[in-house]
Each structure stands twice: as C-alpha cells, then as structure tokens.
C-alpha cells in the first residue's frame, strides 16, 4: 500500500508545499494587470489561455497514464477518465474567464484611451 497509494500522493504534495515555502520566501515582482482594451489583445490572452489549457490537459492526461495505467493498472478505464478531464477543463476555464470579468481584466472592461 506504501508504494502503490501513499507514495505517489505524498510525494507531489511535499513538492507543491516545498514550492509554496520558496515562492512565500522569495515572491517574484510582477507588472500590474492591465485590462484587454482591444481584439489584438484578447485575441493574444486567447491564445495564452489555449495554450495553457492544452498544456495542462496533457500532463493531467500524463498523470492519469503513470498512476492509472502504469501503477494500478486500469487501463479500460483511461478514455472515461479523459472524458473527465475534458469536462474539468471546460469547467476550470469557464471559472477562470469568471473570475477575470469579477476582477475587471475582462473584454471591455478597461478605460478607453
């Protein structure tokens, strides 16, 4: 049970708190946001936001295969779990774009000059 259950969870939980520590202990100083005023830029936060989903997809999809197939060995299940998945993503990006309108970085939401 060690190897096949605790471990793999344990392990990337220590290196998310691990990561969480470091970035609390030397925070990186970033630009102010600025609101999308125009189509060139939502039509690059777009891109930014497909590329970003996609990436993240693919390693949730990654993850599946190591843990599920390549530790339980589940591998019928494996296209229902990318079906989740699929549906997480629409979810957790349809939160994102709320939650940009919620905090005023939305489209249109920016002073015009």
Request: zero cysteines; hydrophobic letters at 55%; proline letters at 7%.
């Amino acid at each position: 049970m060690w190897r096949t259950a605790i471990l793999p969870v344990l392990a990337p939980f220590v290196l998310v708190v691990v990561s969480a520590v470091v970035a609390l202990r030397e925070p990186t100083p970033r630009p102010p946001a600025t609101p999308i005023r125009d189509r060139r830029q939502l039509g690059r936060f777009l891109r930014v936001l497909a590329g970003t989903l996609a990436g993240g997809y693919v390693m949730f999809l990654a993850i599946v295969v190591v843990f599920h197939v390549g530790l339980v060995g589940l591998r019928e299940d494996l296209v229902a779990v990318a079906g989740e998945g699929a549906a997480l993503l629409l979810v957790s990006a349809a939160a994102f774009a709320l939650a940009q309108l919620a905090v005023g970085r939305g489209p249109g939401t920016g002073r015009r000059r």
